[in-house]
């Protein structure tokens, strides 16, 4: 089984940039497509970003796209989110989650990471 640990998050201003990474254990990583989610306050989680297994296959809500760039190294059994030109809300906890196939859909995922939190200030 899979077990994720996402780092990254933090306080940033409008405008800035993170870059979330999503440490995985076990041997099966690179078999697995991963994902990004994020649940603000009072919101339901959302789609952000996923990637496939090989890392040439990517997609992403239309809200980040353009400003976000999901990669992988298999390798390092770590997954990235690279969040430029962030804006207020963008503010969420992040969620890094493993499916076999992918997709925007979160039920499709297992497991997932605690989550880290990214804040933006205006």
């Known amino acids: 089984q899979v077990q994720l640990v996402e780092s990254g998050g933090g306080l940033v201003q409008a405008g800035g940039s993170l870059r979330l990474s999503c440490a995985a254990s076990?041997?099966?990583?690179?078999?697995?497509?991963m994902g990004w989610f994020r649940q603000a306050p009072g919101k339901e989680r959302e789609f952000v970003a996923t990637?496939?297994?090989?890392?040439?296959?990517?997609y992403y809500a239309d809200s980040v796209k353009g400003r976000f760039t999901i990669s992988r190294d298999n390798a390092k059994y770590t997954v990235y989110l690279q969040m430029n030109s962030l804006k207020p809300e963008d503010t969420a906890v992040y969620y890094c989650?493993?499916?076999?196939?992918?997709?925007?859909?979160?039920?499709?995922?297992?497991?997932w990471g605690q989550g880290t939190q990214v804040t933006v200030s205006s």
């Open positions: 076990g041997r099966t990583f690179s078999s697995f497509a």
């Open positions: 989650a493993a499916a076999p196939r992918g997709g925007y859909r979160d039920m499709a995922y297992d497991p």
């Open positions: 990637i496939n297994w090989n890392g040439v296959i990517t």
